[in-house]
């Protein structure tokens, strides 16, 4: 059965960084589309935040280019992300999703994943 478990949330001020870290199981993100959404307080939607193909190819929304980073580390197949500079706004419950598609094909699209974690609360204070 296929986990994915995300970690690493906490309450920050604005201005300070958190590292999200995604566990898979009975998964190998090697060989996988990775991507992080976040679903901010009274939202219906998950948000696209920032993808990684199996190839390495990286993709970021406009909101969070240049604060965030997504990192594939394949020996501890896990998948983080690095988020510096952090705004109340990107306050939300932070998802990890992963499914098998070539290089993260229409991977903005939240309704398209196999797979989801149970998510991670980042709570950032002004």
């Known amino acids: 059965q296929v986990q994915l478990v995300e970690s690493g949330g906490g309450l920050v001020r604005a201005g300070s960084s958190l590292r999200l870290s995604c566990v898979a199981s009975a998964w190998t993100i090697s060989a996988a589309c990775v991507g992080w959404f976040r679903q901010a307080p009274g939202e219906k939607e998950r948000e696209f935040v920032a993808t990684t193909s199996s190839g390495g190819v990286e993709n970021y929304a406009d909101s969070v280019k240049g604060r965030f980073t997504i990192i594939r580390d394949n020996a501890k197949n896990t998948v983080y992300l690095q988020m510096n500079s952090l705004k109340p706004e990107d306050t939300a419950v932070y998802y990890c999703?992963?499914?098998?598609?070539?290089?993260?094909?229409?991977?903005?699209?939240?309704?398209?994943?196999?797979?989801w974690g149970q998510g991670t609360q980042v709570s950032v204070s002004s």
């Open positions: 999703a992963s499914d098998s598609r070539i290089d993260c094909y229409g991977a903005r699209n939240p309704s398209t994943y196999d797979y």
